[in-house]
């Protein structure tokens, strides 16, 4: 079975960093394009940042110059440093990701996601 664990959240100050990380498991064979998507508490899930099987990233312009994201294809890991957090910042953060399996399927999978809560 193919997964996706999110790790790294929890409660910080505002201003503070917290770092995720996106651990994929399972019979798998390569971690292509991921992402990482929050939702707040009332409202929409929304995209935050995106990393393509060669790096390439893209990022919401409510984050850009505070989030990085990043990848260790041979950890098949994803992660996201976050800098510079504020109150509006706080929500459940998922990651999501293409994954090649070792059967050779390439498989849409979510994480379950981690609590980031930004408060003083």
């Known amino acids: 079975q193919v997964q996706l664990v999110e790790s790294g959240g929890g409660l910080v100050q505002p201003g503070g960093s917290l770092r995720l990380s996106c651990a994929a498991s399972?019979?798998?064979?390569?971690?292509?394009?991921a992402g990482w998507y929050r939702q707040a508490p009332g409202k929409e899930r929304e995209l935050v940042a995106t990393i393509s099987s060669g790096g390439n990233t893209n990022y919401a312009d409510s984050v850009k110059g505070g989030f990085t994201i990043s990848r260790d294809n041979a950890r098949n890991t994803v992660s996201l440093q976050m800098n510079s957090l504020k109150p509006q910042d706080a929500a459940v953060y998922c990651c999501?990701?293409?994954?090649?399996?070792?059967?050779?399927?390439?498989?849409?999978?979510w994480g379950q996601g981690t609590l980031v809560t930004v408060s003083s």
């Open positions: 999501s990701a293409t994954v090649m399996t070792a059967r050779y399927r390439a498989l849409e999978v």
């Open positions: 399972g019979s798998i064979l390569s971690l292509n394009a």
